[in-house]
């Protein structure tokens, strides 16, 4: 069946650096939309990016949507201690688009 | 405005009971969806309704069933509760069926 997976599924980064994570799906996506978790709390809506090969930029986050609209990364830069949280990128199904499938996650650990 | 909101909170039962999980959309937004999460895991698709139809269902056994209501509120029901159903229950509501989903706070569901 279609997967969406992520990688890495940890990291733990110093304040002030870069932090990226990469989601592959198994199939097209028409769509792929990215998603903040904070530990205790429920997912938040950050971006969708609809076109192959989009690139759209949130101040210190840059989302891309690849060529093939199989993949897709987050790119954080000059991460701070307010960026810890879960961060899943989720797709809809091709068979459905109502159906949204979401990633493994990648969970963000900032050392001040 | 509110945001989407579920009651209860947190819910403790044990195995072979039901239960009834509830949810109230953003006014004015049509669709609601209902994933399961796992600690550790993204949520799982397992059901959307938009204006009180079922669009879209995922892989879980018919113990699980929801309906939409004329005011757009929802409820999960699942019954015949097992161990492996221990989870945090989300309730997503959005515009319509491909636009950004809003989660509400989740319920706490622990079956022993």
């Known amino acids: 069946g279609q997967q969406v997976m992520q990688i890495p599924q940890y990291q733990h980064v110093q304040e002030g650096e870069d932090f990226t994570t990469y989601c592959n799906s198994s199939t097209t996506l028409s769509n792929i939309q990215w998603y903040k978790q904070r530990p205790g709390g429920h997912p938040v809506f950050l971006i969708q990016l609809v076109k192959s090969g989009e690139v759209k930029k949130q101040k210190r986050l840059t989302f891309q949507f690849g060529e093939a609209k199989k993949n897709s990364s987050l790119h954080i830069t000059a991460t701070q201690t307010t960026d810890v949280g879960t961060y899943f990128c989720a797709g809809p199904r091709l068979d459905s688009s109502y159906k949204l499938i979401f990633g493994s996650g990648t969970r963000l650990l900032v050392r001040p | 405005d509110a945001g989407v909101t579920q009651s209860p909170t947190h819910l403790i039962k044990t195995r072979g009971q039901h239960v009834t999980l509830r949810c109230s959309p953003i006014?004015?937004?049509?669709?609601v969806s209902w994933y399961q999460q796992v600690l550790g895991q993204g949520p799982q698709f397992i059901f959307q309704?938009?204006?009180?139809?079922?669009?879209g269902r995922g892989n879980f056994p018919d113990r699980f069933s929801a309906r939409q209501f004329p005011n757009y509120s929802s409820e999960l029901n699942v019954n015949a509760l097992l161990l492996g159903d221990s989870a945090l229950y989300l309730c997503?509501?959005?515009?319509?069926?491909?636009?950004?989903?809003?989660f509400g706070p989740g319920t706490r569901l622990t079956v022993l």
């Open positions: 006014s004015g937004h049509k669709s």
């Open positions: 309704y938009y204006e009180k139809e079922e669009r």
């Open positions: 997503a509501s959005s515009l319509g069926n491909y636009n950004e989903q809003f």
